[in-house]
C-alpha cells in the first residue's frame, strides 16, 4: 500500500514536471517531423534541420526576448507517428510551429493535429495539393510547390515544346496519383493528349516492364510522375533501353539532389519544375554556397524553403506581439514575403504561398561549367500562373466569382 | 499483329526477356540464402546488407582507388565474402545449436545497423556506376531493344549459379559439405576441419550476394536502402524453392523473375504482391515447398 502510494506520488510529480514544461512561457517551440532516415531523407531530413538552426541563429536565437527551441522527429513515412508526435508535442511541449517535410500522406494526417490543436504548420516536402483544397485548415501554409505548380511548370512548358501525348509512369499512391491527375488536366487544357498511365508500386526494384509499356504506347512524353530513388531509377533505365531517343522525359517532381544521383550525362535535356535553384541571384548563390560549407551539398528547394519559412514565421511573430496561432496566422496572411527564397510571396486563404516557380531544364555535361551547375531556366512563372486560381474546394477561401 | 491472350507477342517476350533478367538476380540471391540455409541451418537476414555491401564495394573501389569492372567483379565479392567469415567467426557460430530465431535476429539485427550506418555515411538519394564501355550498346532483338548489359547479367548469372549447383551436388567437396551437416562430429572424427568448412561456407553464400550486388550497381542507383526491398522477396523466392534446395532456388528464382514480369503487364499494381501470393499458395498446397524434400 506504502508502495503504491509512493508510485502515485512519483507518477504526480511527473506530470507535474510535463504540465510545467507546457506552461513554460519562456520558450518559443519549433518542431520539424520528417523522413530522416527513408527514401526522401535526401530531400530535406537532417540537412533541412542543419538549414531550420541556420534560420533561428540568423533570427538571433530568441523573439520577444524568449528562447527559441527545436524539436526535431522521424515520421519513418508513416502518418501515425507523425501526427502522434505533432499531437504529443502541442500537448506537452508548448509547440508554437510544426514545419512538415516530405510525404503528402503524413502531412494530410498532420494537417488534422493542426487544426484540432490550433498550432500554425507549414508544409515544406509535402506536394498533393489536398493539403490546401479538401484536407485544408486555418493553420496550415503550402509553402514551398505543390502538385498543381509542378504540373502547370513542366506540362505546360512541355506541351508548348511540341509533346502533345504523354503516357505516364505514376507512383502508387496519393502523391504520384494527385501529379499525374494535374499534369493529365494540363496536357489536356493546352490541347495535349492524355494515352495511358502504368502505376507502379512504390520502391520497385526494376522499372523497364513499365518502361516498355510507355514505349508501346506511341506517346511523346514520358510523364514521370514519381519521385526520389524511384524517379532516378526509372529515369536511369529509360535511358538504358534507349527509351528516351523516342520519347521526352519529364520530371513532375525533381531535386537538384537527384541530378545530382545520376549525373548530367543521364539527366540532361530533362524539363523540371522547382521553386528554388541556388545559381540565380547573388542572394540564392550566397546562401548555396553558406548551405554547401555547412553540409558539402546545394540545398534542395525544400531545404532552403524550410530556412525561409523559419524567418517568416519568427518575423510574423516578432511583428504580432504573441505567438498566439490566431493572431501570427493574421499577421503572415496579411504580409508579403522577401528573403532569398521567394520575391513579394503571399500566403492565401487557403493556404498557399504564392511565389515564382522556374521551369529548368537540366543542363548537357558540356554546358555545365562548375559542380552543381545543373539547370538552365527555361521560364520564370509568376506565382498566379504557377499555383493558379483558388478553387473553392476548401471551405476557408470561396472560389473567385 | 499476332496477339496470345490479348497480348501482343512482342509484348511477351519481351517481358520474358525482363523478366529473366530480374530473375537473374532472385535466382543469385536466393541460391546463397539457400546454400546457407541448407548447410548451416542460418536463416541469413544479412543478405540483402551484404547484397549492398557488394554495390557499395564496386563503387568505393572506382571511386576512391580506380579499380575497374572487371575487377571488382572478382574482388568486391572476395572481400565482403571475408567480411562474411568474420562475422561467422566472432558472432554467428555462437548461435548455433539454439532456436533458429536467434540467427534470425543477430542477421537481422547486423542488416539495419550496416544499412543505418551507410545511410548515415552516404545519404538516402544513391550514386551512379557507368556500364563498364565493353557492354554500353544495346542489341534489337527484333521484338524489343536489350541493353548488352542485361544480357550479360543473364548469362553470367545462369554460369555462376548452375556452377554453384554443380560444386555442391556433385563434386567431392560438395560431398563433405552435406556430410557436414548430416553429421558434424562424424565428419570431424575423420579429421576434417569443420569449423572452417562452415565458415567458408558462409563467406561464399555471402560473395555471391555480393557478385549480384556489384551486378546491379550499373542498373540501379547505388543506395544503403537497395537490399532491403529485394531481400524480402528473395526470402519468398526461397520458401517457394524449397527451404535449402539449391537447385530449387535457382530454378524458382528464374520462373519468379517471368511471373513478375507478367504481372508488370497484366496488373501492375500487384507486380509486387504477387510474389507472395505464389508463396501462400505454396506453402498451402506443399508446405516443403516446390523442390524441398523435408
Known amino acids: ?401 | 499483329m499476332t496477339t496470345v491472350f490479348g497480348i501482343p507477342v512482342a509484348v511477351i517476350l519481351g517481358q520474358l526477356t525482363l523478366g529473366l533478367v530480374n530473375g537473374s538476380f532472385y535466382a543469385m540471391l536466393s541460391l546463397g540464402l539457400a546454400v546457407i540455409f541448407g548447410l548451416m541451418r542460418v536463416v541469413n537476414f544479412a543478405h540483402g546488407a551484404f547484397y549492398t555491401l557488394g554495390a557499395f564495394a564496386a563503387l568505393l573501389g572506382l571511386q576512391w582507388l580506380g579499380i575497374n569492372y572487371w575487377a571488382s567483379l572478382v574482388l568486391a565479392p572476395v572481400a565482403v565474402g571475408l567480411v562474411g567469415i568474420v562475422v561467422e567467426r566472432l558472432l554467428l557460430r555462437r548461435v548455433y545449436g539454439l532456436d533458429p530465431l536467434y540467427g534470425l535476429l543477430l542477421t537481422f539485427g547486423l542488416a539495419l545497423i550496416c544499412e543505418g550506418s551507410l545511410h548515415q555515411v552516404f545519404g538516402a538519394s544513391g550514386q551512379s556506376y557507368p556500364v563498364p564501355p565493353a557492354l554500353a550498346g544495346a542489341v534489337n532483338l527484333g521484338f524489343m531493344f536489350l541493353p548488352l548489359y542485361r544480357a550479360w547479367v543473364i548469362a553470367i548469372s545462369l554460369v555462376v549459379c548452375f556452377s554453384t549447383w554443380f560444386v555442391i551436388e556433385r563434386t567431392r567437396l560438395g560431398a563433405t559439405l552435406r556430410a557436414a551437416t548430416e553429421n558434424a562430429p562424424l565428419l570431424q572424427a575423420f579429421g576434417v576441419n569443420v569449423p572452417l568448412l562452415v565458415a567458408a561456407t558462409y563467406g561464399g553464400g555471402v560473395a555471391l550476394a555480393a557478385l549480384a550486388g556489384v551486378l546491379a550497381s550499373p542498373i540501379v542507383l547505388v543506395n544503403a536502402h537497395m537490399g532491403s526491398s529485394l531481400v524480402i522477396v528473395v526470402f519468398a523466392v526461397v520458401v517457394i524453392g524449397g527451404m535449402g534446395s539449391i537447385f530449387g532456388s535457382i530454378v524458382s528464382g528464374l520462373v519468379l523473375g517471368v511471373v513478375e514480369g507478367f504481372t508488370k503487364v497484366i496488373y501492375p499494381e500487384a507486380s509486387n504482391v504477387v510474389v507472395f501470393l505464389i508463396m501462400a499458395l505454396v506453402l498451402v498446397l506443399r508446405p516443403t515447398g516446390l523442390f524441398g524434400r523435408e
Not at chain 1, 520502391?203 to 532516378?232: E, H, K, R, Y
Not at chain 1, 517568416?312 to 511583428?319: E, F, G, N, S
Not at chain 1, 487557403?350 to 558540356?366: I, S
Open chain 1, 1 to 401: 500500500m506504502k508502495l503504491r502510494m509512493l508510485t502515485l506520488a512519483a507518477l504526480a510529480g511527473l506530470v507535474a514536471a510535463a504540465g510545467g514544461q507546457a506552461l513554460a512561457a519562456d520558450e518559443v517551440v519549433i518542431g520539424d517531423i520528417d523522413d530522416m532516415s527513408g527514401v526522401y531523407a535526401d530531400v530535406e531530413g537532417a540537412a533541412g534541420v542543419e538549414a531550420i538552426r541556420m534560420a533561428i541563429a540568423d533570427f538571433g536565437g530568441t523573439v520577444l526576448g524568449r528562447k527559441i527551441t527545436l524539436l526535431t522527429a522521424d515520421h519513418q513515412n508513416k502518418p501515425d507517428i507523425g501526427a502522434a508526435k505533432f499531437r504529443e508535442w502541442a500537448d506537452q511541449n508548448g509547440l508554437n510551429l510544426l514545419l512538415g517535410g516530405s510525404n503528402s500522406g503524413v502531412n494530410i494526417a498532420m494537417s488534422k493535429v493542426a487544426s484540432a490543436k490550433k498550432v500554425p504548420f507549414f508544409v515544406i516536402g509535402a506536394a498533393g495539393a489536398s493539403l490546401t483544397n479538401e484536407d485544408c485548415t486555418a493553420y496550415t501554409v503550402h509553402y514551398v510547390y505543390d502538385t498543381t505548380s509542378l504540373a502547370n511548370g513542366t506540362a505546360t512548358a512541355m506541351v508548348a515544346a511540341g509533346g502533345k501525348t504523354w503516357f505516364y509512369l505514376t507512383a502508387d499512391y496519393a502523391f504520384g496519383t494527385q501529379l499525374q491527375n494535374a499534369a493529365s488536366k494540363v496536357v489536356e487544357a493546352h490541347g495535349g493528349k492524355n494515352l495511358g498511365a502504368v502505376r507502379v508500386p512504390l520502391g520497385a526494384a526494376d522499372f523497364s516492364s513499365f518502361l516498355l509499356q510507355a514505349q508501346a504506347s506511341g506517346a511523346q512524353v514520358l510523364g514521370l510522375s514519381n519521385a526520389g530513388t524511384d524517379f532516378s531509377n526509372s529515369l536511369k533505365a529509360a535511358n538504358e533501353f534507349g527509351i528516351t531517343k523516342t520519347m521526352k522525359p519529364a520530371a513532375l517532381l525533381a531535386f537538384d539532389t537527384d541530378i545530382n544521383s545520376l549525373g548530367l550525362q543521364t539527366a540532361q535535356g530533362l524539363t523540371l519544375t522547382t521553386g528554388f535553384y541556388w545559381d540565380l541571384t547573388p542572394e540564392t548563390r550566397a546562401f548555396g554556397k553558406r548551405f554547401f560549407a555547412k553540409i558539402n551539398r546545394m540545398p534542395t528547394m525544400d531545404q532552403a524553403g524550410v530556412y525561409s519559412a523559419t524567418l517568416t514565421y519568427l518575423k510574423a511573430v516578432k511583428a504580432a506581439g504573441t505567438t498566439d496561432a490566431d493572431k501570427v496566422m493574421a499577421e503572415l496572411k496579411k504580409t508579403r514575403i522577401n528573403d532569398m527564397f521567394a520575391k513579394d510571396g503571399y500566403i492565401r486563404a487557403d493556404g498557399v504561398m504564392v511565389h515564382e516557380m522556374y521551369v529548368m531544364q537540366v543542363k548537357t555535361p558540356q554546358e555545365s561549367k562548375y559542380p552543381w551547375d545543373f539547370y538552365k531556366v527555361v521560364k520564370r512563372m509568376p506565382g498566379e500562373e504557377a499555383f493558379g486560381p483558388i478553387t473553392g474546394l476548401c471551405p476557408l477561401a470561396p472560389a473567385p466569382k
